[in-house]
């Protein structure tokens, strides 16, 4: 009698669980005497008998039903377990934890502009997070008709809405079409606002909306990129800027390098126009010693234009103005 009546009793516990899954249904089975109840970390049960709650678990462990669930249900707590009698109940398995989604635009959203008469077409990507917040809500409005709920359906429902979210909320207050990612927070948190009002109705709560990026046509991305390098070449300090900051991220190995360069430039011309004075003074010599250097004027003993001292050279060595 012992055997026979363990083969009767059964668990009641979410089977083949899923991270993805919100909820899953224990139904159409009849409880026998003996059986437990088994809720996990993050999972909340909800016994339901005809379709009306009796009761919400939420503490994890092992129950014996009918011991530490029967007395607190609404209208089974009188219930006696009989030898051949069970009850035939359903309990909903509800996944606790709060959900991230990715989401983005299956086609280009076409944002109203002036400048534009077909409009300016947009695609955005980014987040969204939600969890379930109203059981009973989530109950009468899907879990009624559904066995199994999971993110992917909160997902497209998401996504069928987003377009004109999207719409409404980008052409609120005139923002700029050129620079949607500078207002990325603005809008995204009257998508979150509208789209919570939304997805409420099945007793879920959108905990939080991001824009990672808003894409342009490749035309627009273009003209923006040309825009950019015209703006950048009109400062050439910025430039340089720019570039030695480059070098660095990548290491700074090259940028002793390019001072190095620089410096020995600067010495090479240095050095050249040494070379060109002192040719020229060596030959003002050799002319005068040999009688061709007649009839020229002697070189000034200071550069007239700088002041630099010009030791009998044909051009200044300071600011290479030409002496004689």
């Not at 909820?23 to 970390?41: A, C, D, M, V, Y």
């Not at 534009?116 to 987040?127: D, E, I, K, S, Y």
């Not at 949607?180 to 809008?187: M, P, R, W």
Request: aromatic share 10%.
């Amino acid at each position: 009698m012992g055997l026979f009546h363990k083969q009767l009793a059964n668990v009641v516990e979410w089977e083949e669980y899923r991270d993805d899954v919100i909820f899953w249904k224990w139904t159409n089975r009849e409880i026998k005497k003996g059986s437990r109840l088994i809720i996990r970390p993050g999972q909340d049960a909800i016994f339901m008998y005809n379709g009306v709650i009796e009761g919400i678990f939420k503490d994890e462990g092992s129950f014996d039903i009918e011991s530490d669930i029967i007395p607190f249900l609404s209208t089974l707590k009188g219930f006696k377990f009989g030898f051949n009698s069970g009850i035939r109940a359903e309990v909903l398995f509800v996944n606790t934890k709060e959900f991230t989604v990715k989401w983005g635009t299956k086609n280009p959203v076409a944002i109203p502009t002036q400048t534009l008469p077909g409009g300016m077409p947009v695609r955005a990507f980014g987040t969204f997070n939600f969890k379930v917040s109203d059981y009973v809500a989530l109950i009468d409005k899907v879990a009624g008709v559904k066995q199994i709920y999971s993110v992917e359906d909160v997902r497209e429902r998401v996504v069928a809405v987003l377009d004109q979210l999207l719409m409404k909320w980008i052409s609120k207050e005139g923002k700029d079409m050129f620079n949607l990612q500078a207002n990325a927070v603005d809008i995204a948190n009257g998508i979150k606002q509208d789209l919570d009002m939304e997805i409420t109705k099945i007793g879920i709560e959108i905990t939080g909306f991001n824009i990672a990026s808003f894409n342009y046509p490749e035309e627009i991305q273009k003209m923006q990129n040309k825009a950019a390098s015209q703006s950048m070449v009109g400062d050439m300090n910025k430039y340089t800027q720019m570039a030695m900051a480059d070098n660095l991220g990548k290491g700074g190995s090259n940028i002793a390098g390019d001072m190095m360069n620089v410096s020995m430039g600067m010495a090479i011309g240095n050095q050249m126009m040494k070379n060109m004075n002192d040719q020229a003074g060596g030959q003002m010599m050799s002319g005068g010693m040999n009688g061709s250097g007649a009839g020229n004027a002697a070189s000034p003993k200071f550069c007239p234009q700088c002041g630099q001292s010009t030791n009998g050279a044909r051009f200044c060595s300071n600011c290479g103005t030409k002496l004689m």
